[in-house]
């Protein structure tokens, strides 16, 4: 999306030399370049229009000068593949068509500002209702097309809990002090919260004052319209414990006239995604019955709207369904699952449960690494979703029932059909601990040479409950190209393999993960792939935490980066955003009444075993793994004069890539560490001396 160099990109390219002296593989124009991440665009959140012949989606890349995400608005035909931006200043999210398809509705935001934007297909009149004081989400259309649902922060009225003497004019006294006394104060990427809660609003699709129909001190989200206009299914907890419930939720039905709300569902666990069948008379939803565990697989139910009686279309299905929507009739449904490493899309008759899959290729929306997770809109019985594949960010396809999927879009043919990229290849093996059959993919240099052995990254996924998968990932390709040998693993807890899989690591992680990890790694030596004297290990979040696992229990690996991880799960605990989320699902309690076991599964506990050169990367604005955990692990391998460096990234939250240059100094960081012992034989001090950190 963003073409053409800059100053930012000077500066981007000069760390070449540094941190890729050892191979100059990425001065070779064959292979994905670290500048090559600003050319890269992907699809995402398709809107179809109810007859199906258009889509609006978001063509996301980059913005070079600014180095941020770039994301605007294109409709794209969908029988022609013909292609347009949706108006000269199509920046925006959220694009939601009247039910008639003759006007589309979307969020676009300036900086802070944002306000909801309403475009006639007809003529290309459209019309700003205004500018909103906090973000809005949620878009929904009324069934007359007349008004819109949205949701929305609202500040809760606060005093100051502490008043200090007026101060004489012109004086220059110090902020005022942050008074806190709520359980969720901060998040990740949001820093410190308002006090407020999220509700619901209509405004007149023309123009006009919203109006706010939610109250109380809870909060609320995916406003559905009822086919009468009069009132709206949303998702909400108002326990007044749902502080400390992090993973309740109720659907209720809220009558616009009154306010009053009526519980629709009632039972321990999430109940979320409403969807209004096309005769108005079932509601479609997620959700699982809570048992206390770090992943559940979740759930198709149908509500019956008037005798108030649910039933599950999938109870007998073993991976997670997500993304409900209706085909044309009403007979039946449209969803996504997870099921080893792929993203699929099928169709589930509403009466009996019979299922059919349309396609095994949805995914391919996170750039940086292979992770699965994707969007789809359904009108009628044609499908748009966001298709995965190995050599190619995410493009949309279209496929129906009975019928075989079509791409729609080409976004990256200019960018990636000039380049040679890392073949990406899956096989399965026995873990050494218990015979668990595990699966992963191995990604070749893209100048890989039969019977040639190559250095080996193991790169491990984050969550822990989550999956990597066959999806285009540019911070894999970008090691590839450097000349490593690729290796990523959907180790036990992973998501798409079943509840039994992922309830290996319940209260139990890490654990044996690590005996699959080395698994792996002995099966890439043993297809002759991978260098057994050149093994590097890097990983984040819950793969940061992994790869600190790993060299505090084995010397095999030359060199190690730790990114964003946990290193004493006692602090992590008390100091993570999520925290009522962690001590209830992740252990058997809080520290005080676990000390064991939460210090049995720290990296510290056995810090004092690393002799593996290790490099730390995390984002200073982190709420997530607080950047404390990076620093603990980094003063005590200072301590054991262990070979250790930290790499802080200013302004970066846990994900690491909200602009373009954090992904960049993560993975050339990660690339220039390995640099500095790949050619060094075992226990070498490296030529650069010391303990120096490798920043570029």
């Given at each position: ?31 994905l ?14 809107a ?8 609006i ?12 995400r ?12 013909r ?60 069934p007359?097309g ?11 009225d ?5 008043k ?66 009069r ?9 007044p ?6 993973r ?9 006239a ?16 409403p ?41 007998d ?22 099921r ?19 396609t ?18 359904v009108?009628?019985?044609?499908v748009v ?9 995410a ?18 043919g ?54 990597y ?19 990523y ?69 030359k ?40 210090w ?10 690393v002799?593996?050169?290790?490099m ?13 955990q990076?620093?603990?692990f ?19 939250s ?14 050339l ?10 050619s ?13 950190a490798?920043t570029?």
């Open positions: 999306m963003a073409k053409g160099v800059s100053r930012l990109l000077v500066v981007v390219v000069s760390w070449l030399p540094l941190v890729c002296a050892a191979t100059g593989l990425h001065e070779d124009p064959r292979y370049q670290p500048r090559d991440l600003f050319d890269l665009e992907w699809a995402d959140a398709p179809l229009s109810p007859d199906g012949r258009q889509v989606y978001q063509r996301q890349g980059y913005d070079i000068l600014r180095d941020r770039l994301s605007r608005l294109w409709l794209l035909d969908v029988d022609s593949g292609q347009v931006p949706l108006g000269e200043d199509a920046a925006g999210s959220n694009a939601t068509w009247s039910p008639d398809g003759s006007r589309v509705a979307w969020i676009a935001r300036n900086g802070e500002r944002a306000q909801i934007m309403v475009r006639w297909k007809d003529g290309g009149r459209q019309v700003a209702l205004g500018w909103l004081p906090q973000p809005p989400s949620d878009l929904s259309w009324s007359d007349r008004r819109i649902a949205f949701t929305m922060a609202v500040e809760a606060t005093e100051p809990q502490i200090l003497p007026s101060k004489p004019e012109g004086a220059e006294w110090a902020p005022q002090a942050k008074y806190i006394d709520r359980v969720g104060y901060r998040a990740d990427g949001a820093g410190y919260t308002r006090p407020g809660y999220r509700h619901v609003f209509v405004i007149p699709a023309d123009g006009g004052t919203p109006r706010q129909v939610s109250r109380g001190d809870f909060s609320h989200r995916s406003p559905v319209w009822d086919r009468d206009g009132s709206l299914y949303v998702v909400s907890n108002q326990s414990e749902w502080e400390y419930q992090p309740e939720s109720e659907i209720y039905r809220l009558d616009l009154s306010g009053a709300v009526a519980a629709l569902t009632d039972r321990r666990g999430p109940d979320e995604q969807v209004l069948s096309p005769d108005g008379r079932q509601l479609a939803y997620v959700g699982y019955d809570d048992e206390r565990k770090g992943h559940q697989v979740t759930h198709l139910y149908l509500l019956d709207l008037q005798s108030g009686r649910s039933r599950a279309l999938t109870a299905f073993d991976y997670p369904v997500a993304d409900p929507q209706w085909d044309r009739n009403g007979r039946g449904l449209y969803f996504s699952y997870e080893e490493g792929r993203g699929h899309i099928a169709w589930i008759d509403a009466g009996g449960g019979r299922m059919q899959t349309l095994d290729d949805f995914g391919g929306t996170s750039i940086g690494r292979p992770y699965t997770g994707g969007a789809l809109s009108a009628g019985d044609r979703y966001t298709r995965s594949s190995v050599d190619r960010p493009d949309l396809a279209v496929v129906q029932r009975g019928g075989r999927p079509r791409v729609l879009t080409d976004l990256n200019d960018v990636l059909d000039y380049k040679q990229l890392g073949q990406v290849e899956d096989f399965w093996f026995k873990s050494s601990a218990d015979g668990l059959d595990v699966q992963a993919w191995l990604v070749k240099p893209p100048q890989y040479r039969e019977g040639q052995r190559y250095p080996l990254l193991l790169e491990i996924h984050g969550g822990p409950f989550a999956a998968g066959p999806s285009f990932a540019a911070e894999t390709q970008l090691y590839a190209s450097a000349g490593y040998a690729v290796l693993v959907n180790p036990r807890g992973s998501t798409g393999y079943g509840q039994a899989f992922a309830d290996h690591i319940h209260h139990n992680y890490p654990g044996r993960d690590y005996d699959d990890l080395m698994s792996a790694v002995d099966t890439a030596i043993a297809q002759g792939v991978a260098d057994p004297d050149q093994l590097y290990v890097t990983g984040g979040s819950g793969g940061g935490t992994l790869t600190a696992w790993i060299v505090g229990h084995t010397d095999r690996f060199a190690a980066v730790v990114a964003k991880p946990v290193i004493d799960w006692t602090s992590f605990v008390l100091t993570a955003d999520m925290y009522p989320y962690f001590t209830q699902y992740w252990f058997p309690g809080p520290p005080w009444e676990a000390f064991d076991h939460y049995k599964r720290s990296p510290l506990a056995y810090v004092g075993n002799t593996t050169p290790t730390l990367i995390t984002g200073e604005d982190d709420l997530r793994t607080p950047i404390p990076t620093e603990q980094y003063q005590a391998l200072k301590l054991r004069r262990v070979d250790t460096a930290m790499l802080r990234i200013p302004g970066a846990h994900g690491i890539g909200a602009r373009p240059t954090e992904t960049l100094n993560q993975v960081g990660t690339l220039g560490w390995m640099e500095r012992y790949r060094q034989p075992r226990g070498a001090t490296p030529a650069s001396g010391g303990n120096e490798a570029p």
